[in-house]
């Protein structure tokens, strides 16, 4: 049985960073993509970031890039999403995604679904 767990969420004023951890069980990090979405009250889920499992390649909208960075620990089948300079429009449920098939930017893409972590950014 496939199970994420995220981790790392909380409460920050603007400015300031955060890491979330996403760790699996039943399914090896190191041969597939993993990615990270976002979804705040009343809004859609939202592609946040992502990493290939055969090159580490990494992807991010205009929106966190340059402020967010996607990892893995392959030995610790995790992975990581250090969050800094973060805005109030950061505040959302932050969601750990696996076993992507299609595209990386749509949330359909992904069998496996954390259970979510919240962050708040307050101004």
């Known amino acids: 049985q496939v199970q994420l767990a995220e981790s790392g969420g909380g409460s920050v004023q603007a400015g300031g960073s955060l890491r979330l951890s996403c760790a699996a069980s039943?399914?090896?990090?190191?041969?597939?993509?993993v990615g990270w979405f976002r979804q705040a009250p009343g809004k859609e889920r939202e592609f946040v970031a992502t990493?290939?499992?055969?090159?580490?390649?990494?992807y991010y909208p205009d929106s966190v890039k340059g402020r967010f960075t996607i990892s893995r620990d392959n030995a610790k089948n995790t992975v990581y999403l250090q969050m800094n300079s973060l805005k109030p429009e950061d505040t959302a449920v932050y969601y750990c995604?696996?076993?992507?098939?299609?595209?990386?930017?749509?949330?359909?893409?992904?069998?496996?679904w954390g259970q979510g972590t919240q962050v708040t950014v307050s101004s």
């Open positions: 039943g399914l090896p990090f190191s041969t597939i993509g």
């Open positions: 990493i290939s499992w055969s090159d580490s390649n990494t």
């Open positions: 995604a696996a076993g992507r098939i299609g595209s990386y930017y749509y949330p359909a893409s992904y069998k496996y």
